[in-house]
């Protein structure tokens, strides 16, 4: 067998059961440190083909675990590769990565589940502040693919406020939507924690609508 065919035959049982990423499992652990530089370094190989990098990785992760719908991995993987499903060198290096994606998805809905609050991944500028724009961006990206889903909460007032910390930084990060103007360093890291402080409020506000769409969905 060609080592061609052979990758391809590799890739094909690595994506043959994706619906192993949305079986919960509360008792899953944070990434080590070494599985993240793996991740990591896979993801900044394949920049050029438009992957994600991990900041942008865990807000599109938090916004798929706190969507009122599911989003299949069919739908959401191409996203953070770069627009197509993950190829891989072989077995070893699929179950690394396709492990560590599932294993943080895991440990982050075990968090929010628990009704506990969960530190996304942020990057630190050399003076270690963190801006958490592009976290914004991977989480609106993740919103996106279930618009509709989240509209209740976009449009009703009483529940805006859960989305308006991230939201205030996404338009920071698009220049035509905020007109370039930067929030101050003290306001940011308001906004920082307040974001932490809601993700939990955000999964519980859903949830009751999440596992109801769970149950009559294909995905399982």
């Not at 190989?45 to 994600?52: E, F, G």
């Not at 618009?147 to 209740?152: G, L, N, P, Q, T």
């Not at 909460?153 to 805006?160: G, P, R």
């Amino acid at each position: 067998m060609s080592e061609n065919n052979q990758n391809e035959k590799d890739n094909e049982s690595i994506l043959s059961d994706l619906d192993d990423f949305l079986n919960f499992n509360d008792q899953s652990a944070k990434l080590t440190d070494k599985q993240m530089d793996a991740l990591e370094r896979y993801l900044d190989a394949h920049a050029a083909q438009n992957a994600m990098h991990l900041e942008v990785l865990d807000g599109f992760l938090c916004a798929l675990i706190t969507s009122p719908s599911p989003v299949s991995p069919e739908e959401y993987l191409p996203y953070i590769f770069g627009g197509k499903m993950p190829e891989f060198k072989n077995q070893e290096e699929a179950d690394e990565i396709m492990g560590a994606l599932k294993q943080h998805w895991e440990y982050i809905e075990s968090v929010l589940k628990r009704n506990n609050e969960y530190y996304p991944f942020l990057y630190a500028d050399p003076d270690g502040k963190c801006s958490a724009n592009e976290w914004a961006y991977g989480f609106i990206l993740g919103m996106d693919l279930r618009r509709d889903a989240w509209k209740e909460m976009v449009e009703t007032s009483k529940q805006e406020g859960l989305l308006t910390p991230i939201l205030k930084l996404y338009s920071e990060y698009i220049p035509e939507v905020s007109g370039c103007q930067q929030i101050p360093a003290e306001e940011r890291e308001e906004i920082v924690t307040t974001i932490v402080s809601n993700l939990p409020k955000i999964y519980d506000h859903f949830e009751e609508q999440r596992e109801k769409n769970r149950k009559s969905s294909p995905l399982h």
